[in-house]
């Protein structure tokens, strides 16, 4: 079955420190998002990406962050200048043009110290 | 914005009993309604999901209802198992797969052997 790549699992950054947050969506699908979730706490959205560019994006999504498909495989998430806050696991994830419903990656755990 | 809430936060069963859980959506425009289950250190996982042209669905043990005047749907599991054990998520968006997830607060579900 078709899995959407998140790369690395876990990631430990000093604050202030910029990160990049890789993933590989399934091939044939054309909408990528950005997920996080504090421990213990429920998924929020970050951001969705569709025809290079974004199209919808929450509140959380602010000028420290921003999206890229530096190619045809790969979508990723940056993190300019990180702080204690935004430790949490992200989760990339992908659909079809048809409305088949997300696929999720496994995450990339993000700690901030 | 969309807000979901569910409920219970927390669920134990015995192994063969049924499971309900039950989600509220304030945002009438929300015509998806996909239910996820999440593993520990996993990234959430599609389960069952229902548009809200259909008032239920049924995948085996698993079968989703919804209620669109009331705003509110649910997730059955009957016979229970302990692979079952896992959090589950209800979420709701304005469009099938492409428009951005609102997430419950998760249900921990603990199946009994």
Redesign the interface.
């Known amino acids: 079955e078709p899995e959407?790549t998140?790369t690395p699992s876990h990631q430990v950054t000093q604050m202030g420190q910029e990160v990049i947050l890789r993933c590989v969506p399934i091939s044939n699908h054309l909408?990528f998002?950005w997920?996080r979730q504090i421990l213990g706490?429920?998924?929020?959205?970050l951001v969705?990406f569709?025809n290079n560019e974004i199209s919808?994006k929450?509140e959380i999504f602010d000028d420290q962050f921003s999206v890229e498909r530096p190619d045809g495989s790969n979508f990723t998430l940056k993190i300019r200048s990180t702080k204690l806050e935004d430790s949490a696991m992200y989760?990339c994830?992908s659909?079809?043009?048809?409305?088949?419903?997300?696929?999720?990656?496994?995450?990339t755990r993000l700690t901030v110290v | 914005g969309e807000n979901v809430e569910q409920h219970p936060s927390t669920l134990s069963v015995q192994e063969g009993d049924s499971a309900v859980i039950k989600c509220t959506y304030s945002d009438s425009a929300s015509n998806y309604f996909p239910w996820y289950k999440q593993e520990l250190g996993k990234g959430p996982q599609l389960i069952i999901d229902i548009r809200s042209n259909v008032g239920e669905k049924k995948d085996q043990r698993i079968a989703v209802t919804l209620n669109k005047t009331a705003k509110h749907f649910s997730l059955h599991i009957t016979e229970t198992q302990p692979e079952d054990s896992a959090v589950y998520f209800c979420a709701a968006s304005m469009g099938t797969g492409r428009r951005a997830l609102t997430f419950g607060s998760g249900t921990r579900l603990q199946v009994q052997p």
Do not use: R
């Open positions: 959407v998140q909408y998002y997920y706490q429920k998924v929020e959205f969705s569709y919808e929450s989760f994830a659909s079809a043009a048809g409305g088949s419903g997300y696929t999720f990656g496994s995450g």
